[in-house]
């Protein structure tokens, strides 16, 4: 079909409906037509293996395919509670684009790129087409954004040229350019059908050994001694040694389907498409839209955004719109995909893992996510560092549903927006506070979020003046910080005196948002211990404090932290 595709900015949904999950049993017309036979609808499941995946998409098959290429596809059964690819993979946008916030994004998303051409190059079936992309800027503070990227592209290896107006209408001769002052061109970046990618994933995990067992719906996970032990389904129990949570926006479901639940913060928002009838000249691939669609049409949501995008192509002023296809998308509390182990530290559950999160580029992050948890499967750790991207940045209150709520409706539009340094969420906060912090309002705090914990980006002695008059229920105004600009920031005459007086008099730091832990022991094991773990010498005196970091097993920077000799052995 000739479509034109444009992503709406979701707004947040329910992730459950009446206690349940949101299903996807009806899976889209056009899957229908796909071989699916060849999965064991009919046989029961292995009393035993090793690896349990739950969630057949993009993400799923991934993680199978990169086990198979690691020799464990006969120890790995892959579970979907409908069809393989029938949950959100379906109505994934298809945009495969390299660049992201982060280099380990970048480098995940140009594995995945990769891949695709691999595949396509072994005659597997991918959709993938090597297109380009064009992002435009309307403003001067886009267009700088579009420099900070070329700059960056230096380093990340992703090849882009920065385009003047006219030279973006040459490279689409659809668009408006009057307005914009220039562009982003990324001829590497392409499209591709998720779900043509899935299929010819789950084709080849198959042939490799990998069980996959559709219309198998997980009920429990087990775990003992702290590890995983199980997983009950809809189909009987099978024993296994690892989990693999790639539910998609069932993730969070998921998570609570185990004691204790593993925090999976996600909450699913409505991303929608806009077909038209077919338009000369254009052959772009959008996702099918069946008559089973999840969600119903909302055009007065939708309204602003076709005006924007009548704007930018005036030729679709005069296509015939065909329908408005509205499916869920699942978005974390920070807007990054949700990786690696299962943190959970009190009846610690080891070996449960989570690729979810993806958003609505779940085909950019597969292939490179696939990898990296497979690695972390096998291998104990990963070529790539997922730090910023592990499921350990998240705390209880990330999971709670009224915060994921409220946090849902702000992030989404950080997908494309405006994106300044130090940004600061609007939404969710005032959860965490020191105890000192009425005390901080009052003498001019403008607030960051750490964790949840509010804390003193800068104090504005001027505000002190004139707050008095206005106080918030006997508190002095609340106030966030911000920047919104890339140029000298508003705080930086806060800042530069502020460092002044610590510098050349004294400064008072409140570290109530930091972790404090006691460690101890009968002699002087502690000592060693840190010693081993520490990059500085902490043998330091009693009462004596050190800033350190500590290392992993492979002399990778973990963290760093704050030292305190108590005692001996404290």
């Known amino acids: 079909m000739n479509q034109m595709r444009l992503s709406a900015t979701p707004s947040a949904i329910p992730i459950v ?3 349940r ?14 071989e699916t036979s060849s999965t064991l609808d009919n046989e029961s499941l292995p009393a035993k293996t090793k690896v349990v995946i739950c969630g057949g998409g993009v993400v799923g098959a991934s993680v199978a395919y990169h086990l198979t290429q690691l020799g464990w596809g006969p120890h790995t059964v892959l579970l979907d509670q409908g069809r393989c690819g029938g949950g959100t993979t379906w109505h994934l ?19 995945s790129i990769q891949l695709y051409k691999d595949m396509e190059a072994q005659g597997l079936d991918t959709g993938w087409k090597q297109c380009g992309s064009l992002c435009v800027a309307r403003t001067k503070d886009r267009l700088t954004v579009f420099k900070r990227m070329k700059a960056q592209a230096v380093s990340w290896n992703i090849d882009c040229e920065l385009v003047t107006p006219l030279e973006a209408l040459d490279l689409c001769p659809l668009i408006a350019v009057s307005d914009l002052q220039g562009g982003l061109w990324i001829p590497g970046d392409g499209v591709a059908d998720p779900y043509k990618i899935c299929s010819a994933l789950i084709s080849q995990v198959k042939l490799a050994g990998v069980r996959v067992y559709e219309n198998c719906a997980v009920h429990q996970v087990h775990n003992k001694d702290c590890k995983v032990t199980g997983v009950d389904t809809s189909r009987g129990s099978i024993e296994c040694n690892f989990f693999v949570n790639c539910a998609g926006f069932w993730a969070r479901q998921v998570g609570k389907m185990s004691e204790p639940f593993v925090k999976v913060p996600l909450h699913a928002v409505e991303h929608y498409y806009l077909h038209t009838k077919p338009i000369a000249g254009l052959d772009p691939m959008t996702p099918d839209c069946s008559s089973s669609r999840l ?25 015939t719109l065909d329908q408005l296809c509205n499916g869920p998308e699942a978005f974390s509390p920070d807007c990054k995909w949700i990786v690696g182990e299962s943190p959970e530290v009190l009846n610690a559950i080891q070996n449960y893992f989570v690729a979810a999160g993806m958003k609505t580029v779940g085909i950019s992050a597969a292939g490179g996510v696939g990898k990296a948890t497979a690695d972390l499967i096998v291998n104990g750790c990963s070529p790539y560092d997922l730090h910023e991207l592990d499921i350990s940045r998240f705390l209880g209150l990330h999971n709670n549903r009224k915060f994921l709520r409220d946090r849902v409706r702000e992030v989404p539009g950080m ?54 008059t206005r106080l918030d229920n006997g508190y002095h105004p609340y106030r966030i910080a911000y920047t919104k600009t890339f140029g000298q920031p508003p705080w930086f005459d806060y800042v ?14 409140d570290y109530s948002s930091f972790t404090k832990i006691d460690i101890l022991s009968k002699g002087h094991e502690v000592v060693d211990c ?3 773990l520490c990059s500085n010498d902490v043998d330091i005196p ?3 404090i050190i800033h350190t970091g500590m290392q992993n097993k492979l002399g990778g920077y973990e963290n760093d932290c704050s030292l305190v000799r108590i005692a001996e052995n404290q």
């Open 17 to 19: 409906k009446d206690g």
């Open 21 to 34: 999950p949101l299903s996807t049993s009806s899976a889209p017309a056009f899957m229908s037509s796909l």
């Open 93 to 111: 946008s298809g945009l495969v684009g390299a660049f992201k916030p982060s280099l380990s994004q970048v480098k995940l998303a140009q594995y």
């Open 295 to 319: 969600l119903p049409e909302d055009w007065d949501h939708f309204h602003v955004l076709l005006e924007q995008m009548l704007l930018r192509v005036p030729v679709l002023g005069s296509a």
């Open 415 to 468: 997908h494309y927006g405006l994106i300044y340094p130090f940004h600061e969420f609007e939404t969710g906060r005032n959860i965490r506070m020191s105890p000192i912090y009425p005390k901080l309002r009052a003498a001019g705090a403008v607030f960051g979020q750490v964790m949840g914990y509010e804390r003193p980006s800068w104090f504005d002695p001027k505000f002190i003046e004139v707050s008095d």
């Open 496 to 509: 530069k005196d502020e460092y002044s007086a610590c510098r050349e008099a004294i400064g008072l730091s």
């Open 530 to 532: 840190l010693q081993y």
């Open 542 to 544: 009693l009462g004596g």
